[in-house]
């Protein structure tokens, strides 16, 4: 298990590395499809670590499920920042091609020569915020569910942590102020997800 534990872990910091090169590389569909196999085969890993976590000791695998826990948060994380990449690309591309098509336009010698569609116009701008909205959407839903993995997480590792400190012996202050963590634990997260819910009504409400 610990072999393959190092193995994922270093395929998630390969994996974080590889985000450095999307803005400079010429061709960056190609990091980004390699990020997602990446994600693919760490998420296997993490199927496997499951398995072997019901094969260690009693006495060891509140220890080993909350690692292999972490893994799973991290590749979360790696995948929601792979989702905000490509719909910046997306929106980069777009703008490059409204660009192009402005710069394109012909001029005559005497006037401008230039046809405009208003309905087409106000129709394609409405598609585009529409679009954008829903990118923001879908990037604060994978952001909600993240958050959601982590109050999860955070409650599984609250309870391990208790069974564990019961089979160490811990003092009854000790697991007090485990306790009162985890409680600030939870405000944040919560104060987390109402910032990222207020973000969206917001940004809904100005592009709308």
Known sequence: MEVLYHQTSQLIQETTDLFHKLD????????????????????????????????????????????????????KHIQASLINAQNKRRRR????????????????????AITVDYMAQENASLQNSHRNVDEMLHTGSNILETLRYNRDTLKGAHRRLIDLANTLGLSNATISLIERRVSQDKYILYGGMFVTLSVIVLVIIYLT
């Open 24 to 75: 400079n590389d010429p061709n960056p569909e190609k990091i980004e499809n390699d990020i997602q196999l990446r994600i693919n085969q760490i998420n296997g890993n993490c199927e496997k670590l499951d398995i072997m976590v019901f094969k260690t000791p009693i006495n060891q695998r509140p220890t080993a499920k909350m690692r292999v826990d972490q893994l799973k948060y991290d590749n």
């Open 93 to 112: 591309e777009q703008e490059r091609t409204e660009r192009d098509q402005l710069l394109s336009r012909r001029f005559g010698n005497d006037h401008m």
